[in-house]
């Protein structure tokens, strides 16, 4: 099993134990010094990773950091331990900003067994930045994080190599905050910016009013699309097995040739990817499959016509997500637009539930 398969099994991991661990010990045993152990250290070998380790800071004496790692004798990374439900700020980093400047680690760690944030002294040498350069929550790790990540494993750890490109992974993360924010809320100076390009007249405060409207909505629509266009270039070859499946007569009017009458667009791949992410909480993502209908899309559990999740009719004037009870009735729920399927989470699951619970045959 390699790195990547370690971490995302160490992720799982505290999904299911969270609710059992009550106290920042059980953090420690349960979550933190596994995610040292898959670091590659010996948590049981004090020469790899020492617990509360004592650091003398002027007048006060013996206090403790939870965790360094250790080489040739010297801390390289402390890390501060918190319970997993505090969050991570400055203020409970005291102690890391106090031990940093005391030993010669270069790095520090905050985390709660679920956040991860890493620190070192990119503004100031031998004083600890206040923002983190790389953080990662580990129940939601991604694959560029994982190869950041593997660079402090035991077995690839140089520091020359983390510090070349701690600065850049800082201001990526900062910036992608920045590009978060605008895109929920445009700034004035960003609206005006676009603005200028596309009004002829000048900005008045209700041309700015309108256009924050108007930039918030394309912003929007352009990661949809582009959303849209990768989804329709991964899904195309589930898009030509669908096809050959069998149709049953009431998905189509045409009996003649229905899948050169059925086109599968991108706002019902869309709402596709929404049931998936809603579905891979409780089982694989892969278990949840399409066919395309003329009249409507469905979505099954394991590509199985007698394991229907939901039907959706987004071709119309009016759009429906559609789920079923027992009995197997079909009961319409109205959708304003593809965001509204998430506020039909429960009834989703407790169709995957069903048809797992009932061992319905493949």
Excluded: W
Aim: charged share 30%; net charge negative; aromatic share 10%.
């Amino acid at each position: 099993m390699d790195f990547k398969d370690q971490i995302k099994l160490l992720g799982d991991r505290v999904i299911k134990l969270k609710d059992q661990v009550n106290t920042e010990e059980a953090t420690k045993n349960a979550f933190i010094m596994p995610f040292i152990k898959e670091l590659g250290y010996d948590v049981f070998n004090p020469n790899e990773v020492t617990p509360e380790l004592v650091a003398d800071i002027g007048m006060k004496q013996g206090e403790k950091i939870d965790y360094a790692i250790m080489q040739n004798g010297e801390p390289i990374i402390l890390i501060e331990c918190k319970h997993h439900a505090a969050p991570l700020n400055v203020s409970n980093a005291s102690q890391l900003f106090r031990y940093f400047h005391t030993t010669k680690a270069k790095f520090s760690i905050l985390t709660n067994g679920i956040e991860y944030r890493f620190y070192t002294d990119l503004v100031e040498p031998n004083k600890m930045d206040e923002k983190p350069f790389f953080t990662f929550n580990i129940t939601d790790i991604k694959e560029n994080q994982i190869e950041e990540l593997k660079k402090f494993h035991k077995a690839y750890y140089d520091f020359d190599n983390i510090v070349n490109t701690a600065s850049e992974l800082k201001y990526t993360n900062e910036l992608k905050i920045l590009i978060h924010a605008e895109f929920a809320n445009p700034t004035p100076e960003l609206v005006k910016h676009f603005a200028k390009q596309v009004y002829p007249n000048m900005i008045t405060a209700k041309v700015l009013d309108q256009f924050t409207n108007l930039t918030r909505k394309s912003l929007q629509q352009y990661i949809s699309d582009i959303i849209t266009d990768r989804l329709k270039s991964a899904l195309s070859k589930e898009t030509e097995a669908s096809k050959g499946h069998d149709i049953q007569p009431s998905e189509t009017d045409d009996k003649h040739d229905p899948a050169k009458m059925i086109t599968t667009t991108g706002e019902e791949l869309e709402a596709y990817l929404i049931v998936k992410t809603i579905l891979r909480q409780k089982i694989n993502a892969s278990r949840v499959t399409y066919r395309d209908a003329q009249t409507y899309f469905s979505i099954f559990l394991d590509d199985n016509n007698r394991k229907p999740i939901c039907r959706l009719y987004l071709n119309s004037g009016k759009k429906y997500l559609s789920t079923f009870d027992e009995a197997k009735k079909e009961v319409k729920h109205d959708l304003v637009d593809l965001d509204d399927i998430f506020k039909y989470s429960e009834l989703l699951v407790k169709a995957v539930e069903h048809y797992d619970n009932a061992k319905v045959p493949a």
